[in-house]
C-alpha cells in the first residue's frame, strides 16, 4: 500500500510512530512534505491538504472523536452536523472549540482517533438532545452493531436515568430515520402506532396509526417519477382498502414534527365524525 492510500483510509493523516511502524521509512515522509503532497499540521503529525478536520482536532488536542463527531465513522444517522468538535480527552482542560467527554471505557478504533462504537453511543445518550441521541442509537442497534441490553447495563444509576429513557424509545426496526422519530412523535402523543405493517394490495406500509391511517415516510428517492407513480397507486389500493393515507417528508418529521403530529389527530377526528363516508 501506497503511502497516499494508507493515509486516505486514515481519515487523511497518522502520527509518524504509526506510519514508521507501517513501514514507511523517515526520508520517504520528509520527502513527501518536500514535494508538497503531505504537510506537518503539528508535531509527530503528517497530513493530506484534504484531511478530515475532525481527525486533525483529534490529534491537536491528543484525544479521539466522539458522541456525533464520531457519528460518520460508524454511518450513523445524525440530524445535524455538530458545531463543536466532540472529543475523549481524558484530561478536563477545557479546550476551544471542543466538547470533552469522559474517558474512553471500550476498545477505540484501531487506525482512526475515534472512539469505540460503544462510547460513542454512552456519550451521546449523556450529551445530546433526546431525539438527535436517539438517532444515533437506532441506527446502530437496528443493524446489529450493538445490543440496547449492552448500553443498559453501562448506564446504572439515576444520574443515567435521562440516558436509559433514550433507550426506552428504540424499536425493533427503523429503516430510515424519520421512522425512529414518527414513532417517537405519534407513541407521545397518545396514538397507537404500528410499524412496517403488511397490508392487503398495498404492501408493507411505513406507519399504521390507530389501525386505520396510514402514514408513509418518503426520502428523496420517492421524488423519482417511477416511484411516484409507484406511491399514488399505492394510495388507491389502500383506499380501497378501507385505509386513508398520509405522506411526510424530511422537513415535516425532523422540523415541524407538532404540525404532522396536528394532522395526523385532525384526520383521525374527521374519520370519527364520519365525514369521510356518505351523508
Known sequence: MDLQTFLARRGGAARRSD????GFLRPTLEAAVDAGRLHRPQRGVYAMRDADDGVLAAF???GRLTCVSAARFYSLWALH?????HLSCGNGVPKSGVIDHAP???APDPALPVAGLADVLLHAVRCLPELEALALVQSATGRGQISADFLRSKLVGNRNGRARA????LIP?????LEILAHTHFVRAGLKVRMHVHLPGVGEVDCLVEECL?????GSTHFEPRQVKKDQRRNNAGMLGGHLTLRYYY??????PAAMVEQVQAVLRLRALGRFAPE
Do not use: G
Open 19 to 22: 506510519l514508521l511502524r507501517a
Open 173 to 177: 426496526r427503523a429503516d430510515s430515520v
Open 81 to 85: 452536523p455538530p458545531q463543536e468538535v
Open 104 to 106: 474512553c471505557m471500550h
Open 166 to 169: 433514550v433507550l426506552d424509545l
Open 251 to 256: 422537513d415535516d418529521v425532523v422540523h415541524r
Open 214 to 218: 396510514v402514514v408513509e415516510l418518503d
Open 60 to 62: 491537536r488536542y491528543n
